[in-house]
């Protein structure tokens, strides 16, 4: 069993920048592929980014490529979301996952454990 507790959203302009955290307790996390999700209101949740198990293999969707950064400090059981030059569309609560499967996915069923998730708002 792994819990996920995000933290670090809020309430930003366009333009500006945050760094989201997923701090994991429970054991073994160095072995957990790790992705961060999005769900908009009226919308689905989607993919925007994951990572692999040692940080040297990521993901993004297209709408955040190039603007925001995974990456993990299995010392701390910490994966982080960097998310620069955010836009009114990036408002959403974001949610991270671990996956138990050694492969990058995109697909949120394949993620096993989820955290409750953190509210991102961008204001225009």
């Known amino acids: 069993q792994l819990l996920l507790v995000e933290s670090g959203g809020g309430l930003v302009q366009a333009g500006d920048s945050l760094r989201l955290s997923c701090a994991a307790s429970g054991p073994s996390f160095e072995y957990y592929y790790m992705g961060w999700f999005r769900q908009a209101p009226g919308k689905e949740r989607e993919f925007v980014a994951a990572?692999?198990?040692?940080?040297?293999?990521?993901q993004y969707s297209d709408s955040v490529k190039g603007r925001f950064t995974i990456n993990r400090d299995n010392a701390k059981n910490t994966v982080y979301l960097q998310m620069n030059s955010l836009k009114p569309e990036d408002t959403a609560i974001y949610f991270c996952a671990a996956s138990t499967r050694a492969v990058i996915s995109t697909i949120e069923g394949q993620y096993r454990f989820w955290g409750q998730g953190t509210q991102v708002t961008v204001s225009s």
């Open positions: 990572i692999s198990w040692r940080g040297d293999t990521t």
